[in-house]
């Protein structure tokens, strides 16, 4: 079946506002569907239920390696010049070389090694607090979400923060596609950050420190495990997921308290919550709305329809994390839900190297916020704010709070 019937339009503007309705008739009439990403201008099969999703993300008929599409596939066509440079990445590759590349940086994500940047999230956070309390009100992504995950990957990797705001001009033009369809902005932002970090790593070669950017740049001149190509893809692909997706989680995380008072009131009064609080918004609006894209190496039989061999699919994780075959009432906002396991940082060998960053960073951001502003509050309309653009993010354009 192929559509874009109005009742599976993912993209409408109304269904930004709030995508479930869409997703609850899809999973019911449409469980996998093709749909034309008005934006690419591409077909791309959606799977909504937990179980299709699951499977899937661990199905190895899917591809992540562009190179082994075949030509003229309209995915391959737009990943072309610098994009293609900077997505020779983990994600963007299968077994051997994802192995290869996930294991050369997984150390520095495992819980142990993450939990040692506490003190440092932790005084982050309250330093950009301090900047506003006085204020009395803010724009929580701008001021607060945003900056906080930015300064922690900066530094871990060893980037400049003073460069920040070339970051998340690039960043953007990348992750938001651009309704007009045209590319231009895509290419020059992947051409800026290309030659922002050869030169950058011409100083740091010139000059070695204690971080990410040095450990690589060291692997890579060993030159067996690390192409000069590949090493530019991870720092692009370790930026960028660093940049885009736990700002929402803190974003939407907040969001979904001050919708449900008596939520908030729990945390309020057993902030030992937190941990399990982090997961319930990480299922009710997780930041990653659907997956990135697979295809099919060949033609795949996928759940009794046939997947064209250069096609690509994605899973809807918000989609997933409110199947109510997995979720009983999937649409209620609960802090202390038990079990609750949602896939919002994806499955199967994909599965989100940050978790254990964004994780803590979301615990110790949430903490913070309810400790310092007692009375954080929204200061808009909540029916006046707005959602981002296209399917891979969800999360507001500002959140304005009062405190
Ligand atoms: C709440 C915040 C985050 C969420 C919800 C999230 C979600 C995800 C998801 C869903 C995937 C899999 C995508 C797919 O299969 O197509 C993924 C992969 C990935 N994420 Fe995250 N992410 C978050 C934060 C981070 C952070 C802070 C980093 C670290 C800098 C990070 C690094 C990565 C990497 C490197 C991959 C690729 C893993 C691989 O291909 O093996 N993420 N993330």
Redo the contacts with the bound molecule.
């Keep these: 079946m192929s559509t874009n019937a109005n009742r599976h339009d993912l993209w409408a503007p109304e269904t930004r506002a709030n995508p479930l309705p869409v997703y609850a008739r899809m999973r019911q009439e449409a469980p996998l569907v093709r749909l034309v990403d008005p934006y690419f201008k591409d077909p791309v099969w959606v799977a909504t239920r937990y179980k299709d999703a699951v499977d899937l ?1 661990r199905d190895p008929r899917f591809t ?1 390696d562009m190179r082994k599409l075949p030509d003229g596939t309209p995915s391959k066509q737009l990943r072309a010049g610098s994009m293609q440079v900077l997505n020779q ?5 299968d077994p051997p070389d ?1 192995t290869r ?2 294991t050369l ?1 997984s150390k520095a ?1 495992t819980p142990r090694r993450v939990e040692e940047l506490r003190p440092r999230i932790t005084a982050i956070a309250h330093r950009l607090l301090d900047a506003v309390q006085a204020h009395g009100s803010m724009d929580l992504l701008d001021a607060f979400a945003f900056p906080l ?1 930015v300064t ?2 900066a530094e ?2 060893g980037v400049p923060l003073e460069d920040q705001d070339q970051f998340r001009e690039w960043t953007n033009a990348i992750v938001h596609p651009p309704i007009d369809g045209n590319f231009e902005p895509i290419q020059k932002a992947g051409q800026r950050f290309i030659q922002y970090f050869q030169g950058l790593l011409e100083r740091r070669r010139a000059e070695p420190r204690d971080d990410l950017l040095t450990d690589l740049m060291s692997v890579e001149e060993k030159g067996d495990r690390l192409s000069p190509v590949e090493l530019l893809s ?1 720092l692009f ?3 960028v ?2 940049h885009e ?5 803190i974003g939407n995380g907040i969001w979904a308290l001050l919708k449900h008072p008596e939520q908030l009131e729990r945390l309020r009064a057993r902030p030992a919550l937190i941990d399990s609080a982090v997961e319930e918004m ?1 299922r009710y609006r ?3 709305e ?5 295809w099919a190496a060949q033609d795949v039989e996928f759940r009794g329809q046939v997947i064209r061999a250069g096609e690509a699919v ?2 809807s ?1 918000l989609a997933a994390n409110h199947d109510p075959e997995q979720f009983p009432e999937p649409e209620r906002f609960d802090i202390t839900r038990e079990p609750n396991r949602h ?13 254990p ?3 803590l ?2 615990t110790i951001a949430i903490t913070l916020l309810l400790e310092r502003l007692p009375r954080l509050r929204l200061s808009v309309d909540p029916a006046g704010l707005r959602w981002r653009d296209g399917i891979l993010m969800h999360g507001l354009q500002r959140l304005p709070v009062a405190f």
């Design positions: 993300l992540k990445h983990m994600l963007m590759s994802h590349l996930r940086v994500f995950p922690v990957i871990m990797l991870m692909l370790l930026l997921a660093g997706t736990t700002v929402n989680l990480l997780g930041p990653v659907t997956t990135t894209q697979r994605v899973a994780l896939i919002a940082f994806g499955f199967g060998i994909h599965f989100c190297l940050g978790a960053l964004a994780r960073e979301g």
